[in-house]
């Protein structure tokens, strides 16, 4: 009798980040290369298609001090979202917007700054991705669907050339992705 023992209960837990991600390898290389090559995008595709996942591959590689990630479902408003995206200034209490947006705009000319927002329409106020990108800061930003770009306006709208488009998996795909998490999750024994 063949007997498997769950060894990585994380692989089968939502927040889950796998070793190889299947089934948008063409989008992970086309949002590594933009990211790379600085130019600000938006990641859009239905709940399930791997929106999160492929982000976070895509930054993956890169330092914590060139790119922070922001769930915009947790941190929704502007001093939430720069608390997030400044480590260091959790350390001090009693910091303003304005504040924080200086330090961000300090640290944004000394390199490369990338903010992801995750979910950036349940942020209460989406004018802090503009003041980001006036700043200085390159913005990736994650929704569901097309007309969640309507939440921005025009000015930050035409700073974001990069569009990856994802759609659902396919009954097949999603099966790939199960059978590959549960190998990574299991260990076969007899």
């Not at 895509?58 to 001093?79: G, M, Q």
């Not at 304005?98 to 990338?114: F, G, I, P, S, V």
């Not at 000015?155 to 795909?173: G, M």
Request: glycine share 4%; proline share 4%; charged share 25%.
């Amino acid at each position: 009798m063949d007997a498997e023992i769950v060894v990585n209960a994380d692989a089968l837990s939502l927040k889950y980040l796998p070793k190889h991600l299947l089934h948008r390898e063409e989008e992970l290389l086309r949002l590594t290369n933009n990211i790379r090559n600085g130019v600000n995008c938006m990641v859009i595709g239905p709940v399930g298609s791997g929106k999160t996942t492929l982000i976070k591959q895509a930054i993956l590689n890169l330092p914590k001090e060139v790119i922070r990630y922001v769930d915009c479902t947790l941190y929704d408003t502007p001093f939430s979202v720069l608390m997030e995206a400044l480590p260091s200034a959790r350390l001090v209490l009693q910091r303003s917007i304005y504040e924080l947006t200086k330090r961000l705009a300090k640290e944004a000319e000394q390199r490369k700054l990338w903010i992801c927002f995750d979910n950036f329409v349940r942020l209460k106020d989406v004018s802090i991705i503009t003041k980001a990108m006036s700043i200085g800061v390159n913005i990736l930003l994650v929704g569901n669907v097309e007309r969640d770009a309507e939440a921005l306006n025009r000015n930050a709208l035409s700073n974001i050339p990069c569009l990856v488009r994802l759609k659902d998996y396919t009954p097949e795909q999603s099966f790939d992705i199960l059978k590959a998490r549960s190998k990574e999750a299991l260990l076969g024994s007899s």
